[in-house]
């Protein structure tokens, strides 16, 4: 058995060795760019003043330069090659190799082509066809299907001459056949033929040749660096230009051609591509489009320089020659350094650490691929980084993978729901801090997490930050506000000059004795000299190299500037086939440092002419979730198989262990029917479960386990049948106390009780009681929470959109489990409760905030302000210093006292109108009795006096009596206790309520505006006596200790000062 499981154990884990590990497969590609044409072509061609010539297979000719593009229609058939040359009128002259239609000689303009001679051959006359054509000083070489001919203007200007194979092996040639395929020129005295024989090597000078490599079909012949490179079938020759062999290689297929760009070598067949930059590892490469069969001339350096042509059936590509496939071939979207390492980020979201002064980088981390990342920067061994969430997060690294991976999680710094359009790392002794740029503005991240948001930068759209080295100064530019800059002894403050450039992306400073700014925009570099400025467009990056070097990044390649006698000049462009990474790009040692999709490349600075590629060590790509799994069926299969071999032994074990089982499922019941019938046993449960656990199963002794799990299971069974009894004596309590209840529910629940009651079944009445237990529950809840609430609500200011009406809700909630079922009130509930949470938002402290103003234009709109008056405006600005949320209650019932009195100020100042529009009324029916012949008097005018009041008589007892329900609020001590006014229509309270409003109001009258007649002064005289002056110290201590400066009480005392 032991070595069934060695066998398992040995064939799980080969199997975990040979698949944890990811396999991943790499499409290499060119990179190219493509340019489709409508016709299919045939041969690529150059010409002088950077002219490119693309042959179709009809006869097309088209005539490329920069970005213009005419064609030819030649009218024929296949065209091979095209060479062209000026003549003395300045048009062009074209030789073209037609397929079966021989050597042609053509003049071209703008206008169109014109044949001016169509060069015949023995025999064949013009039915040839002209592979390659070379035009060496004065003659004109040409490879056909029928040898190898040369036309030489002074020895034989209208006709090719045989030059290979000789006469006789031409006239020995049965059809008359003998393929050259392509020709190449050296230094112009040596010409070399790809001949179905061989390679002819023609000295120029001596008009002698031999033929190397005889007897063999060669497909094409170059030579690179001194190196004659003949290809033959699937293998390469590698030749002195003498003839001589140098090596022999062979390879996967049989290409048709060879050529040398870049310092790689390009063997190209009709659908694969072979590259190579040593001739000794070969990277093939498929192609997506076919290279046209029939023809060797289908590539060629690009004129603009570091691209190369490549012809295709329908489309002409432009490859760069940078490819970055012999160097890794990794893209970098990020980097930054940090000590003695710098960091890469892939677009594969790997990390990768290479050491200064090495060329080489490990991996070392890895991220989601689906979280992508666009900035990160390192401050010791933490990693700061940015993805597109606009989440900054941070992350501890070591220099292992497998560490990193299992051990180290990123932590959120800091989250924006904005757009974070720059970053920036301070690296400080006591905590890092970050700096955002978030649209529009800037935060501040301290180590702890916390976000300050910098004022200045409010509605600035922050693109860049540099930090000149040694100097302690950091600057900020902005899209349109100009450049800022900030330093350990002084806030953010603007550049001068500056705040007129619009479009700014980035920024550096030079760090000599007088720094000076140069400025990236969309259009232009500019210098604080405002006559330095250079027009550019589409630029990226800037990159500080030295106080009189810097360099830029476009979209293509790399710019170097130099800053001389206070003005940047530009030194040239560089590299321009390849795509830096402006987030990848910086300066380390003296070195750039460029990230790119084809890798980094790293350039002395000045010394752009020595690249070096930084190499990528693939890090283990260990599967660590296969492992888990992998690890998971092993211990798996060993459980099984252990538990296989002890199956036997422990069949009375596992029976055993069972019957446990069940008796802890039985104590468990009997646990939850004590518990539903609230019986204190929690001892006796223990010390069940205290001798079931004592039961062994390994036990020499089974009988005696059998006889205690036996016995323990009759002493369950008898416990359960007591518990029961008592469950039912539970469920009939709860019928009781739901009885006495006025539930809209407690009809239905009694009849449950009293169904499940008469069933006689143990889970019925177990869940009828569960059910009535939290019913209970439910109801006496609800009725807490509700008077809590209403509670807190009471002596709240109401107010439309808070809280208006919402203590009478939860007050009227109690009624209405009466009048409806219990799960319906909790829903009306939990929509007040929201409503009470709502009083804590944002949104009611607005809504308090407004009508706190709208009680100050009422505090204003006051006739006559006073002592109170401006009291009241205090306490109301104390009020407000308790806008928290967790003081939103205690602000409520301080603007709720403020509001009463302030509308106990609003009726007294509408008494005092009223008093003073009866004054008006009296006097007017007075002075037009005096008028009157027969006047009236005493209680005859009275009357009259008294009937045109009316209005107003009613409308100041209304008032008075508004007056005293506000008091007896805001003032029950005073009215009450100390006052002791047994009514608040009584004669006392209704002067004092008219003395209140007017102190100076004519004691005559009083009596007219309280609609009575006769003479209140006793009344007025036993008020002030008996009422004011014997409480006068009461009533300065009331107004001392509970309401200085606001209370009504100031207008009382003023009535005996």
């Known amino acids: 058995m032991r070595t069934n499981i060695s066998y398992v154990i040995i064939f799980l884990v080969c199997v975990f060795v040979t698949a944890s590990c990811e396999k991943v497969e790499k499409i290499n590609t060119l990179g190219e760019t493509e340019y489709c044409f409508d016709e299919r072509l045939s041969s690529l061609s150059s010409g002088a003043d950077s002219i490119v010539w693309v042959g179709g297979e009809t006869g097309a000719l088209w005539r490329l330069r920069g970005d213009e593009r005419r064609v ?25 190799g037609v397929r079966n239609s021989g050597l042609q000689k053509w ?26 054509i070379a035009l060496i000083r004065d003659s004109v070489y040409v490879a056909t299907s029928q040898g190898l001919y040369v036309l030489s203007p002074k020895a034989s200007p209208d006709s090719l001459r045989l030059l290979y194979p000789s006469q006789d092996v031409w006239d020995s040639l049965y059809n008359k056949s003998f393929v050259v395929n392509n020709l190449c020129p050296y230094k112009d005295s040596i010409l070399f033929a790809s001949t179905e024989q061989g390679v002819f090597l023609f000295d120029m000078v001596r008009h002698a040749g031999r033929v190397i490599h005889p007897g063999r079909f060669v497909d094409h012949v170059s030579v690179c660096n001194d190196t004659l490179f003949v290809l033959s079938d699937n293998t390469l020759f590698l030749n002195r230009t003498d003839g001589g062999l140098l090596k022999e290689i062979q390879l996967e297929f049989a290409p048709k051609l060879c050529y040398r760009a870049g310092g790689v070598y390009y063997l190209a067949g009709t659908d694969n591509l072979l590259l190579s930059d040593d001739l000794e590892k070969f990277v093939l490469i498929p192609l997506r489009r076919k290279i ?80 992508q990342i666009v900035w990160m920067d390192m401050s010791g061994n933490r990693l700061y980084y940015r993805n597109t969430r606009q989440e900054v ?8 993978l497998m560490e990193n991976r299992l051990f180290h999680s990123p932590a959120t710094v800091y989250r924006s729901k904005d757009k974070i359009t720059a970053s920036w790392l301070k690296k400080k002794k006591d905590g890092d801090e970050l700096l955002l740029g978030v649209q529009d503005g800037l935060v501040i991240v301290g180590e702890d997490g916390e976000a300050d948001t910098v004022s200045v930068f409010k509605d600035r759209y922050v693109t860049s930050f540099f930090a000149p080295r040694h100097s302690g100064l950091l600057y900020l530019s902005t899209l349109n506000d100009g450049i800022f800059y900030v330093s350990p002894d002084t806030a953010f403050k603007p550049v001068p000059g500056t705040e007129k450039n619009s479009f700014i992306r980035d920024l550096i400073a030079t760090e000599g004795y007088r720094s000076a700014l140069i400025t990236l925009t969309n259009h232009h570099i500019l210098s604080q000299n405002p006559d330095d400025t250079l027009r550019v467009r589409g630029y990226n990056r800037l990159l500080y190299a030295n106080d009189t070097l810097f360099y830029a990044l476009p979209e293509f390649g790399i710019r170097k500037f130099s800053i001389s006698g206070g003005r940047i000049c530009d030194k040239g462009k560089y590299y321009t086939d390849i795509r830096f990474n402006p987030a990848a790009a910086f300066v380390s040692n003296g070195w750039l440092c460029l990230g790119s999709d084809l890798g980094v490349l790293t350039i002395g600075i000045d010394r752009e002419d020595i690249p070096r590629w930084v190499a990528f060590a693939p890090g283990s790509t260990f599967n660590l979730r296969f492992v888990v799994i992998t690890a998971i069926l092993v211990l798996g299969i060993i459980a099984l198989a252990v538990g296989g071999y002890f199956r036997r032994r422990s069949s009375t074990k596992k029976q055993i262990l069972r019957r446990v089982e069940a008796l802890k499922a039985r ?55 007591e518990a029961t009894l008592c469950l039912l004596k539970k469920l009939k309590e709860q019928a009781g106390w739901i009885a006495g209840t006025e539930a809209f529910d407690k009809p239905f629940m009694l009849a449950e009780a009293a169904e499940a009651e008469k069933s006689n079944n143990i889970e019925r009445i177990k869940s009828a009681v569960t059910g009535n237990e939290q019913w209970m529950n439910l109801l006496t809840g609800l009725e807490r929470e509700s008077a809590r609430y209403a509670e807190d609500m009471e002596g709240c200011l109401e107010l439309e959109g808070v809280n208006k009406g919402l203590r009478n809700e939860f007050l009227l909630l109690k009624e209405k489990t009466a009048q409806m079922p219990l799960d319906k009130v909790n829903d009306e509930f939990l929509k007040l409760k929201r409503a009470y949470g709502h009083v804590f938002s944002g949104d009611a402290l607005a809504l308090i905030l407004r009508y706190v103003e709208q009680m100050r234009c009422r505090l204003d709109e006051i006739a006559q302000p006073d002592k109170v008056s401006e009291g009241l405006g205090v306490r109301i600005d104390e009020a407000l210093l308790c806008t928290r949320r967790d003081e939103r209650i205690r602000l409520l019932r301080l603007l709720k006292q403020a509001d009463d009195r302030l509308s106990l100020l609003e009726i007294k100042e509408e008494i005092a109108a009223g008093i003073g529009e009866y004054r008006h009324i009296r006097e007017g029916i007075i002075a037009a009795n005096e008028r009157l012949v ?49 009514s608040y229509d ?55 200790e509970e309401y200085p400066a606001v209370g009504f009480v100031y207008y009382i005392l003023g009535l005996i000062d």
């Open 292 to 371: 046209p069969a029939g023809c060797r001339n289908v590539v060629m350096p690009d004129p603009n320089k570091d691209f190369t042509l490549l012809l295709t059936e329908r489309a002409l590509w432009r490859v760069p020659h940078h490819l970055g496939i012999f160097n890794g071939d990794i893209s970098v979207k990020a980097a930054c350094m940090e000590a003695d390492f710098l960091y890469y980020l892939t677009s594969g979201n790997e990390l990768y650490r290479q050491r200064k002064g090495e060329f080489s980088a490990s991996q070392i981390c890895s991220f989601p691929k689906e979280k």
């Open 934 to 982: 027969n006047k009236k008097f005493d209680k005859e005018l009275e009357v009259e006096i008294a009937s045109g009041a009316k209005e107003v008589v009613r409308r100041v007892d209304r008032l008075i009596m508004s007056m005293y329900e506000v008091l007896s609020v805001t003032d029950p001590v005073l009215l009450n206790d100390i006052l002791r006014f047994s």
């Open 986 to 1040: 009584h004669q006392q309270a209704r002067v004092l309520a008219l003395l209140i409003a007017n102190p100076r109001v004519k004691r005559t009258d009083v009596p007219g505006i309280l609609g009575l007649y006769g003479n209140l002064n006793p009344v007025i005289s036993r008020l002030v006596n008996n009422k004011i002056k014997a409480n006068e110290q009461e009533l300065k201590e009331y107004l001392k």
């Open 667 to 721: 104590v468990d019941d009997l646990e939850l029917l004590y518990d539903l019938s609230d019986q204190a046993s929690r001892e006796e449960v223990a010390c069940l479960r205290a001798e079931i656990e004592t039961i062994d199963p390994d036990a020499p002794e089974r009988k005696k386990t059998y006889a205690l799990i036996t016995r323990l299971t009759n002493d369950i069974i008898n416990r359960n049948r």
């Open 393 to 400: 997060k941070r992350l501890k690294v070591s220099g292992n």
């Open 107 to 132: 003049e071209m303009d703008e206008h169109g082509g014109r044949n001016l001679k169509t060069y015949f051959i023995p025999q064949k006359k013009n039915r040839y066809s002209p592979y390659d």
């Open 72 to 96: 030819y229609d030649i009218g024929e058939d296949r065209i091979y090659k095209v060479v062209s040359e000026k003549n003395d009128s300045r048009k062009e002259i074209c030789w073209i």
